[in-house]
């Protein structure tokens, strides 16, 4: 289990990830999902250890990753984006030297490395220069360098990136067989590959995780909108007029029309959830509009994704705590800072009229003295 409690990291004033908490449970395949810059790099890089959090802990398998870095290693198996190969090794040599980092007892290793190789499919490649090899087999070798050692929890961060269609099945189906006896987190940007992969998915943005959830419950979440697609056989172009026959149709908007069959593709649109099939159903059948085809629009998870990240607020809530604060703190500043001025003005006032009455009196006293020497 890998467990991430109340870690923030902090770079001066700048806070790369503030106060984030979620679990990846044994067993479980998780997605790892955000913005560019919105800390998830620099949460796989605290996870693995590569750099040490601010405040918070980090548990992998039970070990805490600052004070148990060699137990928590073990567990661990990390394949950095961008495939960072030796191209001088072989693909078994630097297989070898991976699991040579990882202190795999020698007795062990020559099995090990083995293993990985023909579960990676790299057997055919195994003594070419990694220099030498196709985009998609390098992405191979960086994972069986993660995988070797059969480590409890893998950490892959954009595990296809760059690869083409089928290289994207290749790597996706080893992932996908890795997670019967492993746990799994994975960052990527192609969304699709994250609903076929992941049991649950983890948004980031901003350096706070603002959902946990599965990707079908995230895109059911995310649906506000009533949505069917449509094709008719509508030669009297009457299926637009079912607007103004049902009330709860917003828009209807023709996608295409079909110049063989002359068929008309609809995407309709109702303002409330209610289930309008059966309305549109029964106004076709009095116009003698025949449906050949209905289905609901059903929302993916890259729209889910959108929704989220695009409906924060400009600042994260912390943010606009703190902006608060110290917008509260600059109004009390500068409500001591009149009252100072105040007390110094009034001090000032005070010495000013001290200062007047003393002149005031040494001039009636001057007068006085003039008077006195005038009599005599």
């Keep these: 289990m890998l467990q991430v409690k109340n870690v923030t990291k902090k770079y001066g004033n700048f806070y790369a990830v503030r106060n984030i908490n979620f679990e990846v449970n044994d067993g479980e395949i998780v997605g790892f999902l955000g913005r560019n810059g919105a800390g998830k790099t620099t949460t796989m890089n605290m996870i693995t250890g590569f750099i040490d959090p601010t405040e918070g802990e980090i548990i992998v398998n039970g070990y805490n990753v600052e004070t148990k870095p060699r137990k928590v290693k073990k567990e661990i198996g990390y394949m950095p984006e961008g495939t960072p190969l030796y191209y001088d090794l072989t ?19 020559k ?23 196709s985009r998609g087999y390098k992405q191979r070798v960086s994972l069986a360098g993660a995988i070797v050692g059969d480590p409890k929890i893998l950490i892959l961060d954009e595990p296809t990136v760059g690869l083409d269609p089928k290289q994207v099945i290749e790597i996706r189906e080893l992932i996908r067989s890795f997670g019967k006896n492993h746990t799994v987190f994975i960052s990527s940007h192609i969304l699709s590959e994250i609903r076929q992969i992941c049991d649950k998915v983890i948004i980031i943005d901003k350096g706070e995780i603002v959902s946990v959830d599965t990707p079908r419950n995230l895109e059911n979440k995310t649906t506000d909108t009533n949505i069917l697609k449509i094709v008719v056989d509508d030669l009297s172009n009457k299926f637009i007029s079912l607007k103004d026959e049902i009330s709860e149709i917003k828009e209807i908007k023709l996608v295409k029309e079909n110049e ?75 409500e001591e800072k009149y009252k100072k001025e105040e007390k110094e003005n009034k001090k000032q006032a005070k010495k000013e009229e001290k200062a007047r009455k003393k ?14 020497g005038g009599e005599e």
């Design 260 to 334: 063989e069959d002359k068929t008309k593709e609809y995407i309709v649109e109702a303002t409330t959830n209610k289930d309008i099939r059966k309305d549109i159903f029964s106004s076709c059948a009095k116009n003698n509009i025949t449906i050949l085809e209905m289905k609901k629009h059903e929302a993916s998870l890259e729209e889910a994704f959108i929704k989220i990240v695009e409906d924060r607020p400009e600042y994260s809530k912390k943010e606009i705590e703190k902006i608060q604060y110290e917008k509260e703190l600059d109004e009390l500043r500068e």
């Design 359 to 372: 002149a005031e009196k040494e001039e009636r006293k001057k007068k006085e003295s003039e008077n006195e």
């Design 91 to 109: 693909v078994k040599e630097f297989i070898t030297y991976m699991a040579e980092l990882k202190l795999i007892p020698k007795k062990d290793r």
């Design 111 to 133: 099995e090990a490395i083995e293993k990985v190789i023909e579960s990676t499919g790299l057997k055919i490649v195994e003594n070419s220069l990694t220099r030498n090899l």
